[in-house]
Antibody, heavy 114, light 112 residues
Framework: QVQLVESGGGLVKPGGSLRLSCAAS????????MSWIRQAPGKGLEWVSY????????YYADSVKGRFTISRDNAKNSLYLQMNSLRAEDTAVYYC???????WGQGTLVTVSS | DIVMTQTPLSLSVTPGQPASISCKSS???????????LYWYLQKPGQSPQLLIY???NRFSGVPDRFSGSGSGTDFTLKISRVEAEDVGVYYC?????????FGQGTRLEIK
């Protein structure tokens, strides 16, 4: 069955970096665009970034533009989010999702705190 | 950005009774391809969101038929014909016709 498994979250100081990964299985990964969506503690859902199936088209929310980089490796069925210059307001559970949310991973928690 | 506005923000329903959630978008979600890019999700306590309805009215695989979606243009509704205890959680509408993808604020459903 379709499965998305995120990893790479953790505690990081403001200004630091983290790289999130999402391992996909159960579908032809290279056929679908993928998204990162986050949820701050006790808050709603916020779309973060989009990457097309080939990786040639990428979009970011204004709140992360210039700091986050989305990428994918279709040979490894994997999606990534490189997060730099992290801020307290980036604290959230980060979900990878197929397309805009046909299916979601379990999420990985990123905490930005000194 | 397209703003998605849900009402009500919370709902308390007796099991077996119906429930309805409204979602209004600041722009039409009807694409030139004829599809309307409006989705409904349920996030149960402690879980990831799960897709209920795609493109306004299509139930996703495995979603019970007590859930239905309707609407057009900028006004949409999610209805639960008979609420069950397992329907507890937060319901979100979402648009993907235009980037950035945006979500409604969420509607919390509780059981009386």
């Amino acid at each position: 069955q379709v499965q998305l498994v995120e990893s790479g979250g953790g505690l990081v100081k403001p200004g630091g970096s983290l790289r999130l990964s999402c391992a996909a299985s159960g579908f032809t990964f290279s056929d679908y665009y993928m998204s990162w969506i986050r949820q701050a503690p006790g808050k709603g859902l916020e779309w973060v970034s989009y990457i097309s199936s080939s990786g040639s088209t990428i979009y970011y929310a204004d709140s992360v533009k210039g700091r986050f980089t989305i990428s994918r490796d279709n040979a490894k069925n994997s999606l990534y989010l490189q997060m730099n210059s992290l801020r307290a307001e980036d604290t959230a559970v980060y979900y990878c999702a197929r397309e805009a949310g046909i299916c979601w991973g379990q999420g990985t928690l990123v905490t930005v705190s000194s | 950005d397209i703003v998605m506005t849900q009402t009500p923000l919370s709902l308390s329903v007796t099991p077996g009774q119906p429930a309805s959630i409204s979602c209004k978008s600041s722009q039409s979600l009807l694409h030139s391809d004829g599809k309307t890019y409006l989705y409904w999700y349920l996030q149960k306590p402690g879980q990831s969101p799960q897709l209920l309805i795609y493109e306004v009215s299509n139930r996703f695989s495995g979603v019970p038929d007590r859930f239905s979606g309707s609407g057009s243009g900028t006004d949409f509704t999610l209805k639960i014909s008979r609420v069950e205890a397992e329907d507890v959680g937060v319901y979100y509408c979402m648009q993907s016709i235009q980037l950035p993808i945006t979500f409604g604020q969420g509607t919390r459903l509780e059981i009386k």
